[in-house]
């Protein structure tokens, strides 16, 4: 598949034709209005990649993020962040890295967080985004002011912009399963993990088996006196290397090779039979749906560790009894500490819900998880999960606000071409996957369609 075109060279252009510093401090409650810039809320992955998009687009911006640097959840020195010291990416660096800024050479094929913070840092530093970006600042409200947008700060300071990319990350608002009866042990949810330190000589249970949650499971066996994690439904569980090979990068490149998705799934679900240890066998109920319908867990030791007893898979809680915890098959046992890695709940707290087309839905619903069908001035980045391509995506989501936002000043035939397509319906980006048995799944998308619908957006309506 060939990229998007975006020229390299635009980008140090852009950057350096415009001058455009951080905002300063305005007066609390007076309105600053800040003629024909965009607002970005936040500086993670998707933050940065529309800073860069809009830089080498010759666009203005302003970017406020609540953290002292870059790099979102990425930053565990970071009070928002819910990294944790083992952290490392569950997909490859090749599937995940920017096309045009890889990752180090001596990087990790799944780098750790350390990695991935510095790389921001260095992103940042490199496309001269640092100067842009007025830290320290939290956005409390905004509000629709005619064709544009009202942002107040936490410091009361109010300005005005002709657009909003919204980029605050959907890993804030953790996810609390509940359950009868009381607890009388210690519960944390997983956002607030950071060190095996926290399971010292303690009977954990780890409730949810994502990939966060299967990661502490496998921390907690080094300093915990038992360890059990409960699981709801079985899953897919995928080693991180298969023949020697990043799972990700596995199969990559197929292109017209590429099998239909009801064979691809039959295939894997085969191969991974073939290769790897079968998790029922270890007490994982076996899936309810079909490989890739949801996220498979991608882990190489929860299986190693299940085989050795040291971690045992428990069925979904019923009730809670003080320190004793029963289960739904009848089971009971005793535990000092519960971890909830139950996930997220996907919020936007400072804008209106019926701003971002949010019909009752688990999720806004925008054209390719970015565009508004009414507003040309509202853009969501980053709200996407996929099977890989995390950075690279967010890049071309960015490209694709920018030449829109362009368009609209400058080219009233193209902007009109691209509202009209916007306000239909979106183009599937499953990729023939039902992913509708899951709530969390409600803006996931496959990441080879979901390229193709961007290059399709990049090289079409909007070049």
Known sequence: MSKPAIEKGAIEAGIEGKTNEAVPPGIPGQIVDRGERICIIGAGPAGLATARALARNGLLYDQFERHTDVGGVWDMDSEYSNMYESAHLISSKKSTQFDDFPLPEEAADYPNHATIKKY???????????????????????????????????????????????????????????????????????????????????????????????????????????????????????????????????????????MPMWLKQKVDALLLKTIAPDPQKYGIPEPDHKLYESHPIVNSQLIYHLGHGDIDVRPNV?????????????????????????????????????????HGGKAPDLYLNIFHPEYDDL???????????????????????????????????????????????????????????????????RNAVYRERMQELLDGALR
């Open 318 to 358: 019923e009730r809670f009894d003080g320190s004793t915890v029963h289960f739904t098959d009848g089971s009971s046992d005793e535990y000092d500490l519960i971890v909830m890695a139950t996930g997220y709940k996907l919020t936007f707290p400072f804008i209106d819900r019926k701003h971002l087309n949010w």
């Open 120 to 258: 921001f840092r260095d992103f940042a530093k490199t496309f001269g985004l640092y100067e842009r970006i007025r830290f320290g600042v939290s956005v409390e409200k905004v509000e629709r002011d005619g064709e544009g947008w009202i942002v107040e700060l936490d410091t009361g300071e109010l300005y005005r912009y002709d657009a909003l990319c919204i980029a605050n990350g959907h890993l804030n608002d953790p996810n609390w399963a509940k359950f009868p009866g009381e607890f009388e042990g210690e519960i944390v949810h997983s956002c607030d993990y950071r060190s095996a330190d926290l399971f010292q000589g303690k009977r954990v249970l780890i409730i949810g088996a994502g990939n966060s949650g299967c990661d502490l499971a496998v921390d907690a066996i080094h300093r915990a006196e038992s360890v059990d994690i409960s699981m709801r439904r079985g899953y897919y569980v995928v080693p991180k290397y298969i023949f020697g090979i990043p799972a990700g990068d596995f199969g990559a490149g197929a292109g017209k090779f590429s």
């Open 379 to 445: 853009f969501v980045m980053g709200l996407i999960e996929s099977d890989g391509g995390g950075w690279q995506i967010r890049d071309w989501q960015g490209e694709a606000v920018a030449r829109f936002i362009k368009a609209q000043r400058d080219d009233p035939a193209k902007a009109e071409r691209f509202r009209k397509q916007k306000r239909g319906p979106g183009p599937d980006t499953t990729g023939g996957v039902d992913y509708s048995k899951f709530d969390r799944m409600a803006y996931y998308v």
